[in-house]
């Protein structure tokens, strides 16, 4: 596996990769979510490269970038064993080559659900997406489900701007009791992390509502936060049910023949959790 | 010459295209300008390609967007004769295919000089042009000095997202009293036209000036304020000198050891007329 710290090294990597090539991208502290992404990449055919960036511009000041969990090491060996022919692992001055005046913002996607408390996090997300694409090339990009604004918002930004990639959404992988994997999951206390629970839970109240015929958008929200309440999570940043392909708000506010997403942000502790699940 | 009107004829024939591209960006209603770019594109070895599109986002409601000169069929024979492989003319449509909400800005930069007076300019220019890029993949982009600001901008853009393409300025071609070639020049009456040579006198004015030692911003500005006064322009949207490869105020307002740019901006009539020249 190759360990390519600087754009050189990656250009003359990438000039001797032939067929297909599929990018995962992360900021590292990766977990089985990151890797459920690393086998889909490695299930097609051609060479697979992952990223680890932890991207300054994606958090604000007030924000855990300082904190971000960085495993350089155990990442390292994930990414090896999970059969990765390259990894790309810029510093901050390596990806920032230019003047740093260049922002691709898409709107008014990025300033809904987490833009409206993150408001300059996904213009972070979609600048240095579009520099690892043209800087990686590949063909086929890997994103988590997971955080499925940004996979919705990035597939808008290749088709609007053209770049020559196929964007690919993997599942995203649970812990036994239903919490959606993530890097900032360690930051939970112990008391913490069994509450966090309640959000795979209200999302799975909502689903079942949704099965037992509900299709009022203000039902099944409610329906969710009343789970969120009885696991005494009351820091509750939004609960949305939006078109799944496009996170528009749903006409006159009820699921019509699509099966849409609900989509919630928290706060557990100082720690922000988001989830969702395509209400089927 | 192949005439390419949508992505998917455009596609084909870059997949055909064996060494290098080079690419020429227009809007059509070429004029002597725009051959002097083809030219260059063409002295270098490889293919060259032109796109004709007249791209409604750059220009603002109270712009001359529907009556900015389209000569098509004339275009095509001088492209034909400049010696051009193919051609990329899209349909609105065909160029915007997404959503429409991703947008690149370069700021501060794309909010100064013209930015000031036209805001939502340069987003459009930077959007068209990297969906351009990622359609055409050329690798040398060929862009006209007589938009300094706009090539000074794009130059900026393709480094900040390492957009794998080379940006070449080509000088401006002006006619014999000096006035700076441009699609716009066809709007102005025959008075209008005789005064619009103060733009190239002024900063003719300016240059002299420097060369006969003067150093102060301030002074120069003056100098082409009063050509333009002579010739009965009085409305000036700026005169400026900068940095000519960042467009930076220069520090204390005085000239140091780089050449800089003198721009301006001025209304002849109802006609918005741009120049710059490097006071060397």
């Known amino acids: 596996m190759e360990w390519l710290t600087d754009r050189a090294m990656l250009q003359r990597w990438r000039r001797q990769v032939q067929g297909q090539l599929a990018f ?6 990766l977990h089985e979510g990151h890797l459920r992404l690393l086998r889909a990449a490695r ?3 051609g060479r697979v490269i992952a990223s680890i960036f932890v991207n300054p511009t994606q958090f604000a000041p007030n924000e855990d970038f300082a904190r971000y969990p960085r495993t350089l090491e155990q990442d390292r060996l994930l990414l090896q064993e999970a059969g990765c022919d390259a990894v790309f692992v810029p510093s901050v001055a390596e990806m920032y080559h230019g003047s740093g005046q260049t922002r691709v913002q898409v709107e008014p996607l990025g300033s809904d659900l987490c833009g409206r408390f993150r408001p300059t996090h996904f213009q972070g997300v979609a600048t240095v997406v579009t520099i690892l694409l043209n800087l ?8 988590g489900c997971k955080d499925y604004q940004q996979l919705i918002l990035l597939r808008q930004m290749v088709a609007d701007l053209a770049l020559p990639v196929q964007v690919l959404g993997v599942e995203t992988v649970r812990e036994a009791d239903g919490l959606a994997m993530s890097s900032r999951n360690r930051y939970l206390a112990p008391e913490e992390r069994a509450r966090a629970v309640g959000v795979a839970q209200a999302l799975a109240a909502a689903q079942q509502a949704r099965r037992a015929g509900e299709r009022r958008v203000e039902v099944l929200q409610a329906v969710a936060q009343a789970v969120l309440a009885r696991h005494g999570i009351e820091q509750v940043d939004y609960v949305a049910v939006r078109d799944a392909a496009t996170l528009a708000a749903l006409p006159e506010g009820v699921i019509g023949d699509q099966d849409p997403v609900m989509l919630l942000a928290v706060r557990v502790g100082t720690t922000r959790l988001i989830d969702n699940r395509i209400l089927a």
Chains 1, 2 share one sequence.
Do not use: C
Not at 24 to 29: D, I, K, N, R
Not at 136 to 143: A, C, E, I, S
């Open 43 to 45: 299930e097609s055919p």
């Open 24 to 29: 995962v991208p992360t900021m590292g502290a």
């Open 136 to 143: 990686v090339r590949p063909d086929r990009l890997y994103l």
